[in-house]
């Protein structure tokens, strides 16, 4: 997996922006998924689309995977317009879908070496690779399984080494770790962090903050087809919401007292209070001098969650 | 990636798919002629008389080629409805294999090479068992295998097309009933033809089974002109032409959206 040296080299003078996308639009019919996107995805960077379903985001996926025409705007990934040269550009971009779509009827194994074969592989490659990729998955004593009864986790990582068979300069992951439990996604993350320290430039979708947090280098924030923001995850936060957050949650039921005095900016949720301000504890202390008495009180640092909030007015996960 | 490599690639997952699940298929997929040839051929064919209008042959030489024709339509029926289905809709994997180089049009050409060649080779050992059998008049019966196998792609083709269009398999069970089960009954494998009501003849005349059967009994006995052979042959090349081109288009207006 590790990448050699040379290949260092071997990148040297080529394109630096893998993906480019300028004014995108992508439509099915009448309805607008994509609605003029300007995009830049740098070689080695960990990029995210942070947005809720049905932002917009698996459908540009699928419009840098080359699987899918663009409906308007300019896109160029790895320097080729996918009009053009899709199946070149495929060979070299690895794709994780949101949905796996192994060959569930075939072994492990056999669904890696199968793939090299798509990629046009020898078959002697193909079974090299093979064993790599099952190291790295961590799947060496399932290889010979049927993929069917696998663990959805298990699935996810085979679906990931899969996408790796080609060594694509660029790999797409579209919500890799949704519907996973908190120790398969740790795994997961793990193994897409040493895929970035050995220099394979990631885009990937997902509406969990705190994947886009740990993952990614720099994002963009969608909503309703368009871009929001864009940023590092902490320039994000720095710009759109305060260093601390201090949360008032009531009684269900009863009216939410008007602290908007108390801090910088007030989001009033279903459920509780979100007061943004520099200083969680000592707002929480003046909260309290005030009478007011919450059922259970939270202070933590800003997140994307809040910029979410703050640029659309909505959580990201309902 | 050239056209006939990518297919070629295509196939390949399926011979693989194959090989680890061989065993629930062969059952069927050699058995079951195999039980028709005796029961129709055998049994029942001992107690039809021969007469002028099938050629003076025996029932069971009779039937022989025609069996062929009609169970690699049934073959290919099978491998062009459920499987193309599932990879659309349950495993999805036609989906990963257009996120390579592979094209949506070698998806479905790999598609239609798994179908050609499966049914050749089932064409074949069929014929072997029927000959190990006693049921052939000839070495002509080799021909049944070229034309069984054009005749099910002929079938396939179009199915694989209206497959790709859909999303549940309940149409499924219609064609089984209303297509398959009459046209491997009605269209010359059992009884000629011209025994069947004048005004049905044109409808028998569409079916890609009635042309292979023709093509296939024709050549068993020597029977066949060179004339009509070429009209049968033009007719089913012209299906699976007119299938497969459909199918270019559902393909890549399924993977590529």
Redesign the interface.
């Known amino acids: 997996m590790r990448r050699k040296l040379s290949d260092l080299f071997v990148n040297v003078g080529r394109v630096e922006n893998l993906v480019e996308a300028k004014a995108l639009t992508k439509h099915f019919g009448s309805f607008e998924a994509v609605r003029g996107i300007d995009v830049e995805v740098r070689r080695g960077e960990a990029f995210g689309f942070l947005g809720p379903n049905g932002a917009g985001k698996s459908s540009t996926m699928r419009m840098i995977s080359c699987v899918s025409g663009r409906t308007g705007g300019d896109l160029k990934v790895l320097g080729m317009d996918p009009e053009r040269d899709g199946p070149k550009i495929r060979a070299r971009v690895g794709v994780v879908p949101q949905l796996d779509n192994l060959d569930t009827e075939l072994t492990v194994r056999q669904n890696l070496q199968i793939y090299g074969r798509y990629f046009g592989m020898s078959r002697q490659r193909c079974r090299e690779k093979a064993d790599e990729l099952l190291e790295f998955a961590q799947l060496s004593d399932r290889a010979d399984h049927e993929v069917e009864p696998l663990s959805g986790g298990m699935k996810r990582r085979l679906t990931i080494a899969r996408s790796l068979v080609n060594d694509p300069e660029l790999l797409l992951l579209d919500e890799p770790t949704t519907g996973l439990d908190p120790q398969a996604r740790h795994l997961l993350w793990d193994r897409l962090f040493r895929l970035k320290q050995d220099g394979v430039t990631l885009i990937i979708t997902t509406h969990y903050m705190d994947e886009a947090e740990q993952l990614c280098d720099r994002l963009v924030v969608m909503d309703g087809g368009r871009i929001a923001a864009e940023g590092s995850p902490s320039e994000l936060i720095r710009r759109y919401s305060t260093r601390e957050v201090l949360e008032l949650r009531f009684q269900p039921g009863v009216e939410k007292p008007d602290l908007e005095r108390f801090a910088e900016r007030v989001e009033v949720l279903p459920d509780r209070l979100l007061l943004y301000t520099q200083d969680g504890e000592h707002t929480l202390a003046k909260v309290h001098e005030h009478g007011v008495q919450p059922v259970q009180s939270l202070v933590r640092r800003s997140s994307l969650e809040d910029v979410f909030l703050r640029l659309t007015g909505r959580t990201l996960v309902d | 990636?050239p056209t006939l490599?990518g297919s070629w690639?295509?196939l390949?997952?399926s011979w693989?798919?194959y090989r680890?699940?061989w065993r629930a298929t062969a059952v069927s997929s050699f058995l079951t002629p195999v039980l028709f040839l005796v029961a129709l051929g055998f049994g029942f064919g001992s107690q039809v008389q021969s007469t002028a209008l099938i050629g003076g042959v025996s029932y069971l030489e009779y039937l022989a080629p025609a069996l062929v024709v009609v169970t690699a339509i049934q073959g290919a029926t099978f491998e062009s409805t459920y499987p193309v289905m599932s990879q659309f809709m349950w495993?999805?994997?036609y989906?990963?294999?257009?996120?390579?180089?592979?094209?949506p049009a070698q998806v479905l050409y790999g598609q239609m090479l798994w179908v050609g060649s499966t049914l050749f080779v089932k064409s074949a050992v069929f014929v072997g068992i029927a000959a190990a059998l006693g049921a052939t008049a000839g070495p002509g019966i080799l021909w049944s295998v070229v034309f069984a196998t054009l005749a099910a792609l002929a079938f396939s083709a179009p199915l694989v097309a209206y497959s790709a269009r859909l999303d549940k398999p309940d149409s499924f069970t219609t064609i089984f009933r209303f297509v398959l089960m009459p046209m491997t009954l009605f269209t010359g494998a059992f009884f000629p033809v011209s025994q069947l009501p004048q005004w049905l003849l044109p409808l028998v005349w569409l079916t890609p089974s009635w042309h292979g059967i023709e093509l296939a009994r024709g050549t068993a006995f020597g029977t066949l002109d060179l004339l009509p052979a070429l009209g049968h042959i033009a007719y089913l090349v012209a299906l699976t032409a007119g299938g497969v081109a459909l199918g270019v288009k559902f393909f890549h207006r399924r993977?590529?959206?």
């Open positions: 990636m490599r690639f295509a390949e997952k693989t798919w680890r699940n495993q999805k994997s989906f990963a294999m257009v996120a390579t180089p592979i094209t993977l590529a959206v």
